[in-house]
Structures are given as C-alpha cells and as structure tokens.
C-alpha cells in the first residue's frame, strides 16, 4: 500500500527547478499554453507538499532567445536583455498559475524590475523558501552571454540546493539526439566531468561547471510525462542523473 504523501521522506529537503521556456510551450511554436501551466504547477503544488523547497529558475525560449537576435545581425548583449526580459514574462505566468493552485510563490527577478516582482537577493530568495513559498528566479544570472541553465546552477549553488532538476522535452541524456538517430540510447548516470568532456548538449558547459564546482547533482527528464517531477525527485521514472 502507497503511503500517505505527508509520511514520505523525500529524498532532498531543497530543490531548483529549472523549466526550459519551451516546456512551457505544449504544443504550439511560440509562447505560454495556460493548460500546460496548470498542469506544471499542479505537479509543483505536489511536490512541495512532500516537505520540499523549491526554487524555479525559467527560461526564455518559447519568447526570444539572445542567439536567434545575434543570429538576425542584433548586438549579442542587447539580444540577450531581450531574452532575459523574456524569462520575466514566463516568472509571472509561472507565480500565477502556482498561486492559483493554492501555493505562496514569489517571482524575484535578477533584473530589478521592482513594480513587477521583487528584485533578486540571496537573502529574500532564502526568507522566502524558509516560509514555504516557492521562489522563481527570473532573469537568469542578470548578464548577457550567460543562459538560465547557467542561472540555475548559480542560484542552485548559491541557495544550497540539494539537486538540480532540468526538466526537457527528452527524458533524459542521450549518447546522441534520439530524434535524429534511433540507435541513441539514453544515459541512467553520469560524472559531471563525463557530461563535460562528452560535451553534451543538454546544459551548456559553464552550468555543468559550477554544478561540478559545488558537488550539486543534476536530474535530467522529461517534463510532458504526468507525475515526472516527483517521478524524478523519488528517483522513479527515466531520467539521466548527472552526480559528482
Ligand atoms: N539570458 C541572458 N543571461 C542569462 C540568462 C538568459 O542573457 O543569465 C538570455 C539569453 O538571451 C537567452 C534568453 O535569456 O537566450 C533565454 O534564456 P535561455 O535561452 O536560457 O532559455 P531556455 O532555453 O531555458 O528557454
């Protein structure tokens, strides 16, 4: 018999989730589906009602993406406030749609953009998973030529996270792309020093550094399975587990 979720002893007591802008998209090419919103912060509201803490660092994808600017001949930087402005958007959908599933949550943004949200402090982030609240990072780490995956392992580090989980479109790590080759096959662990030299491409370098640097596990899944973050969290489900 399963028991009760309040007895459950979860297996890390702070978490950082990072939630690409795509896994935001559901179907469509571009923006925020509100359906999948709901259903992410339903599987949120569930996991931190296991006694965990959590802190969501959001991308910006699904709305702009420094490189594509660069790419279409805008200055690198200039993209890049674009795109971390973009990751504010997605933080307030995020705040919202948790608080509307009964869950405290506060956008903080590395960005001050103090009408929207408050601004990023290591010590407010922390006041606020002390009293339970779930904390969204917006603005990755506040500079350009960085990206949120990097936010998340920085935030990770900074707020003593005990794993970072990168929720994907793909269940895992793949010794190649599994949409591209179907004899890929996917990865049950990893080194962090493995996934570096393997240079693969789930979480650029820079991440997997300072996740290394400071000995933070890394849970790679899929976030468009039902139930995948807890899955993940419990150690069920496919994923890849990048640990030092
Ligand atoms: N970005 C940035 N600095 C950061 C984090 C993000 O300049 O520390 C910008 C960058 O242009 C990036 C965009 O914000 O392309 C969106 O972030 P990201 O590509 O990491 O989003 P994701 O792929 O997770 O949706």
Redesign the pocket.
């Known amino acids: 018999m399963t028991a009760p979720l309040a007895t459950r002893t979860p297996r890390f007591k702070r978490i950082l989730l990072k939630l690409?802008?795509?896994a935001l998209m559901g179907d469509g090419k571009y923006g925020i589906a509100p359906k999948i919103l709901q259903q992410i912060a339903t599987e949120i509201r569930e996991v931190v009602e296991l006694g965990v803490e959590m802190g969501i660092v959001i991308?910006?994808?699904?709305i702009?993406?420094?490189?594509s600017g660069a790419a279409s001949g805008m200055e690198r930087a200039q993209?890049?406030y674009i795109?971390?402005l973009?990751?504010v958007m997605n933080a307030l959908a995020v705040e919202f749609y948790i608080e509307k599933r009964g869950r405290a949550a506060r956008a903080l943004s590395a960005v001050p953009m103090p009408s929207l949200c408050q601004p990023y402090s290591r010590q407010a982030a922390l006041h606020h998973l002390g009293k339970g609240r779930i904390v969204i990072l917006a603005g990755?780490?506040?500079?350009?030529?960085?990206?949120?995956?990097?936010?998340a392992a920085l935030r990770g580090a900074e707020l003593s996270c005990d794993a970072i989980m990168k929720a994907t479109q793909v269940d895992g790590i793949y010794t190649a792309d599994p949409k591209k080759d179907p004899t890929a096959t996917r990865y049950e662990k990893l080194t962090h020093d493995e996934a570096i030299a393997k240079n693969l491409a789930v979480m650029d370098t820079a991440a997997f550094a300072l996740a290394r640097e400071n000995r933070i596990p890394i849970i790679v899944f899929s976030i468009a399975e039902p139930g995948a973050i807890r899955a993940a969290l419990e150690g069920r489900g496919k994923a890849t587990y990048v640990v030092p």
């Open positions: 690409s802008g795509e991308g910006g994808g699904n702009f993406r420094g490189v993209a890049d795109g971390m973009a990751t990755g780490t506040g500079n350009p030529f960085f990206t949120t995956d990097t936010g």
